[in-house]
């Protein structure tokens, strides 16, 4: 039941060594079946500093030499993993890593490609809460995902399903749709949601509706070749 958790992160120098801890003591019932690869997206603040003091056989850091972005930093640390099964966590603390044994295990006995996090009750502003209902709304009817949080950062899948996908700049928000237009078997689960107690949001939620509308034509051509494939 090998596992690699891969986390990228920005300017988290508030939460990420409280994160890395929280993973540790949720996680001590698999010893050492899982590692930990953080990929730091270009920082400026103190993360990683901080974050080079915890290096060591179980956690792994990369480094960007600039902001490329989520979806980049994902691909990035899911490329150098050690497992064939990933599990994307955020590095805000809004996640919570007690969820993780859980999706696990749910992931393996139901024989998933994909087990998508749903945060059923979000800690959030009521305006993010707004722009992520209709965000999800809208990509739920025009993609048929099934999914009804594509956003959450808690996820369990197949790295190679993953490597095998088109890449773009997005993609990670996605995941549901490319895997269940491959005729993959996924599911969904519902997850803890925290308040953002340390930090800041890194993105304003009209960018996220105007980046969100060109990637799901981005994915609705992919889905296209995919079904032509088959």
């Known amino acids: 039941m090998k596992f690699s958790i891969v986390i990228p992160i920005f300017n988290e ?5 409280v994160l890395i801890n929280e993973i540790k003591n949720k996680l001590i019932q698999f010893n050492d079946e899982y590692e930990i690869i953080i990929v730091d997206d270009g920082s400026t603040d103190s993360t990683v500093k901080i974050l080079e003091k ?9 480094k960007n030499k600039i902001n490329f972005g989520q979806s980049y930093s994902l691909k990035k640390g ?3 993993s050690k497992s064939d099964i990933i599990v994307t966590i955020d590095g805000d603390l809004q996640n919570n890593p007690k969820d993780i044994p859980r999706m696990i295990n749910a992931y393996y ?5 994909l087990l998508g996090g749903i945060r059923k009750k979000r800690q959030d502003i009521i305006t993010k809460k707004i722009a992520s209902y209709l965000a999800n ?7 048929n995902d099934d999914c009804d949080d594509t956003g959450c950062g808690l996820k369990v899948f197949d790295k190679k399903v993953f490597l095998n996908l088109p890449f773009f700049n997005g993609i990670h928000r996605f995941l549901p749709a490319l895997f269940k237009a491959s005729n993959l078997n996924i599911s969904y689960i519902e997850v803890d949601h925290r308040k953002r107690y340390m930090g800041y949001s890194k993105y304003g939620n009209f960018k996220r509706f105007l980046w969100g509308i060109r990637d799901i034509i981005k994915v609705m051509k992919i889905i296209k070749r995919i079904k ?3």
Do not use: A, F, H, T
């Open 137 to 143: 709304s809208i990509r739920k009817k025009i993609l």
């Open 54 to 62: 915890e290096v060591n056989n179980k956690l792994v850091l990369l």
């Open 78 to 80: 899911i490329e150098n």
């Open 13 to 17: 120098q508030d939460n990420i060594r």
């Open 228 to 230: 032509n494939n088959e």
């Open 109 to 113: 006995s139901k024989n998933l490609k």
